[in-house]
């Protein structure tokens, strides 16, 4: 993100009373000289360090010329806040389409595919959401290259991962069979879907003799979505959208997409539906 202004502010000789000061002053001062609208969430932070130890002062501040100099900060991050709103947009979707993505919505809630892009000028942030603002990914700086490189990274992560589509569903298969084990229930009947996550990363990781912590509930709602074979042993796979009900509590329901472009549906259950189950 271009700052175009070309204030200077330059940090006053410190009186004896303030020189204990100096250290978070100076870093200040680095984060004005340097790129501050990239680093507008760490200016305004280290602003709020510096005025907080300052009022601690038995000294009279305000007659210093650190006092002026503080006012100038604070009338230069309102400004680079004012041109971030204005540039910030413009700026990230541009970006996005050199990674491949395109940008829809407004603010707070920008979109890009599978993800939510939750806008927070007064923090400085930008949260990457999976789904609508369903399973929070990474809060990134407000910082159009930074967020447009993260997103490419994290939707790297969730959709380049290996895929045998057949081993998914046979694993698949067998959690749903633990859960209706565990839980009294027929194979056909509706199953929990985050039980069946649970089993199924249980099982995997043991196959794996790894630790599998990574896999979750953002990667068994991409895996679904993407497994277009949902036949087995005499069975059909069948995701069952979650009622109001279901939805109140996010651990009784997944948000798993229907395309590419960030459509879903809230998923409660899994069943099995045999050859007689209609």
């Given amino acids: 993100m271009e700052d175009k202004s070309e204030l200077t502010i330059t940090l006053p000789k410190l009186p004896d009373s303030l020189r204990h000061h100096e250290p978070s002053l100076r870093k200040l001062e680095k984060l004005l000289s340097k790129d501050p609208l990239e680093n507008l969430g760490k200016l305004k932070q280290e602003l709020k360090k510096v005025e907080k130890a300052l009022r601690t002062e038995e000294s009279d501040v305000s007659k210093t010329s650190v006092a002026q100099y503080i006012k100038l900060v604070e009338q230069r991050v309102l400004?680079?806040?004012?041109?971030?709103?204005?540039?910030?947009?413009?700026?990230?979707?541009?970006?996005?389409?050199?990674?491949?993505?395109?940008?829809?919505?407004?603010?707070?809630?920008?979109?890009s595919s599978f993800y939510t892009l939750e806008v927070n000028f007064d923090k400085s942030s930008?949260?990457?959401?999976?789904?609508p603002k369903q399973e929070k990914l990474k809060v990134c700086s407000l910082s159009p290259k930074r967020v447009a490189q993260k997103l490419f990274e994290l939707h790297n992560l969730i959709t380049k991962r290996e895929f045998v589509e057949k081993a998914f569903l046979f694993n698949l298969y067998k959690a749903c069979e633990t859960v209706a084990n565990k839980e009294n229930k027929k194979l056909e009947d509706p199953l929990p879907i985050t039980s069946v996550l649970l089993e199924y990363t249980i099982l995997v990781r043991n196959i794996a003799k790894e630790n599998c912590t990574h896999y979750g509930r953002v990667f068994f709602s991409y895996d679904l979505y993407r497994l277009k074979e949902r036949k087995i042993n005499e069975h059909e796979l069948e995701l069952i959208t979650a009622t109001r009900a279901y939805t109140r509590k996010?651990?009784?329901?997944?948000?798993?997409?229907?395309?590419?472009?960030?459509?879903?549906?809230?998923?409660s259950h899994l069943r099995l539906r045999g050859a007689n189950n209609e």
């Fill in 79 to 111: 400004g680079l806040e004012a041109l971030s709103r204005k540039t910030f947009g413009k700026e990230l979707e541009e970006e996005l389409k050199q990674v491949g993505f395109r940008l829809e919505g407004h603010y707070p809630l920008l979109k």
């Fill in 250 to 267: 996010k651990k009784d329901f997944l948000w798993v997409p229907t395309n590419d472009e960030g459509v879903g549906t809230y998923i």
């Fill in 126 to 131: 930008v949260t990457i959401w999976f789904g």
